[in-house]
């Protein structure tokens, strides 16, 4: 395989994985609580969140807590009613960080997710896990392919990530009645993370699916890990209202 193809192709699968743990461990398991994973697990997605995204969990957990006290009205983060999606869309990173910086939204909002020996000695140092993804795609690739690679990671797991909080509530269906949308095709490019109506219609549900044409792409690995012992779903979908519009 001629080596910026393969290039491409190991920063596109890099995202997904990014995806998938930022969807299974960073929104599903801590910030809603909707999944506890052995601790074994749970260290393993903290490894691959640091050198992929160098993102501190316990900040992006509370950020998105807040957008839920705050859905579509001051106080929201990032919200696309407010600011515009195109704004939120292009400027998501920067949106994120001064809500994470604060001062007051990860006291408030993440008290329940101290920073442990683990955080003071690895993960709170995001320069440390990016430096060692980046080496590992230059033992892999040489430095000019792993460059590449990491440019594609990097713009497609901003993007995709900043899709969700700007197109997911402007555009797609709302069959529950609030103001997320669900947007299936970009489901299936975020780990479930567009079916984004459903989640605020049931946000303590392990699974993102919830009618027939649906399709949650982490429920399979969250069934694998439950049936092996190695995580607890909390609901696989609990009630929610009925479907009230569409659109």
């Known amino acids: 395989m001629p080596a910026p193809v393969l290039a491409?192709?190991?920063?596109?699968?890099?995202?997904?994985?990014?995806n998938f743990a930022t969807t299974v461990y960073l929104h599903r398991t801590l910030a809603h609580?909707?999944?506890?994973?052995?601790?074994?697990?749970?260290f393993a997605f903290?490894?691959?969140?640091?050198?992929?995204?160098?993102?501190?969990?316990r900040e992006w957990a509370a950020v998105h807590r807040r957008h839920h006290a705050f859905t579509d009205v001051e106080g929201d983060p990032h919200s696309p009613v407010l600011l515009g999606w195109v704004r939120v869309q292009l400027t998501n990173p920067a949106l994120y960080r001064r809500?994470?910086?604060?001062?007051?939204?990860?006291?408030?909002?993440a008290r329940d997710l101290p920073p442990d020996r683990w955080d003071r000695?690895?993960?709170?140092?995001?320069?440390?896990?990016?430096?060692?993804?980046?080496a590992l795609l230059v033992l892999i690739l040489g430095?000019?392919?792993?460059?590449?690679?990491?440019t594609v990671h990097v713009v497609l797991y901003l993007s995709l990530n900043a899709s969700i909080n700007a197109v997911t509530h402007t555009f797609g269906a709302r069959p529950h009645d609030n103001q997320a949308t669900n947007l299936q095709?970009?489901?299936?490019?975020?780990?479930?993370?567009g079916l984004h109506n459903n989640h605020h219609a049931a946000p303590t549900s392990a699974r993102l699916a919830f009618r027939h044409g649906e399709y949650?792409?982490?429920?399979?690995?969250?069934?694998?890990?439950?049936?092996?012992?190695?995580?607890?779903?909390?609901?696989?979908?609990?009630?929610?209202r009925e479907p009230v519009r569409t659109g």
């Open 8 to 18: 491409v192709l190991i920063g596109v699968v890099t995202s997904q994985v990014a």
């Open 33 to 42: 609580r909707a999944i506890t994973l052995a601790p074994a697990v749970a």
């Open 46 to 57: 903290r490894v691959v969140i640091w050198i992929t995204t160098g993102l501190k969990p």
């Open 99 to 109: 809500a994470a910086r604060d001062g007051v939204t990860v006291p408030r909002y």
């Open 121 to 134: 000695a690895l993960f709170d140092r995001a320069w440390l896990g990016l430096g060692i993804g980046i």
């Open 143 to 150: 430095p000019i392919w792993a460059a590449l690679a990491a």
């Open 185 to 193: 095709w970009l489901a299936w490019l975020t780990g479930g993370e």
């Open 216 to 240: 949650d792409p982490s429920w399979p690995f969250i069934r694998f890990l439950r049936r092996f012992g190695w995580a607890r779903v909390r609901h696989d979908r609990p009630p929610v």
